[in-house]
């Protein structure tokens, strides 16, 4: 069983849609949690991190769920911009934070 | 500006040869890591560096070697023993300390194997 797991995609949404994505993470002593974003042929990107009470920045919501170890990202209406590849990471080593990514899941907005 | 720099972007190699990636970052630091990301895949873990003068194996270290010798730079070399060498390779760095704390990465080194 893979570290971090994400649904590939791809996730092909008409603008103003709400999309969600949903990550599974095997270590329970995981203790970091964060969404990235990643443009194609680019470096990932810091979306937002994810707080145990859930959080949110403008059209993005990000929960986390310990008991079941999972994470989701919520994009409200989508826009055109949005289309990206959205990376899952969890510290996955307990003790000192090396960033652990899911294979990432890819979002297409259309018109 | 702080940040983290990554050359070259584009890197040809011939086979057979050794190349070295540079990684630099001026943000204090003290993490540093190498991943390598495939077409239409995840990043994977090469190498990692918590502290100066000590690294770690990822989870495909095979075929590469790193160092850190001082806290700003962790060159990654790509060796004759890596049979797949050609991907996108990333470099980045966080504080390394437990918690919130995000990883910044390098824009990338493109290395194909001609």
């Known amino acids: 069983r893979k570290e971090v797991e994400q649904d590939p995609g791809p996730f092909n949404v008409p603008e103003g849609a709400t999309v969600a994505f949903n990550c599974t993470y095997s270590n329970s002593a995981s203790q970091s949690f964060f969404w990235y974003r990643q443009d194609c042929r680019k470096e990932p990107k810091l979306l937002m991190s994810?707080?145990?009470s859930g959080n949110e920045d403008g059209r993005f919501t990000a929960q986390l769920n310990r008991a079941s170890q999972y994470i989701s990202l919520l994009i409200r209406d989508s826009k055109l911009s949005d289309s990206a590849t959205y990376l899952c990471v969890v510290n996955t080593r307990g003790g000192s934070y090396i960033p652990t990514f899911g294979r990432g899941t890819s979002l297409i907005v259309h018109p | 500006d702080g940040g983290i720099t990554q050359s070259p972007k584009y890197l040809f190699r011939k086979e057979g040869q050794n190349v070295t990636l540079s990684c630099e970052q001026n943000l204090n630091h003290d993490a540093m890591y190498w991943y390598r990301q495939d077409p239409g895949q995840g990043l994977r873990l090469i190498y990692y560096?918590?502290?100066?003068?000590?690294?770690q194996k990822g989870d495909i270290a095979e075929g590469y070697s790193v160092s850190r010798e001082k806290k700003e730079s962790f060159p990654l070399t790509v060796t004759s023993a890596q049979k797949n060498p050609t991907a996108f390779y990333l470099c980045a760095s966080s504080t390394g300390q437990v918690g919130n704390t995000e990883a910044f990465f390098g824009q990338g080194t493109r290395l194909t194997v001609v």
């Open positions: 994810v707080y145990s």
């Open positions: 560096s918590q502290i100066v003068n000590d690294f």
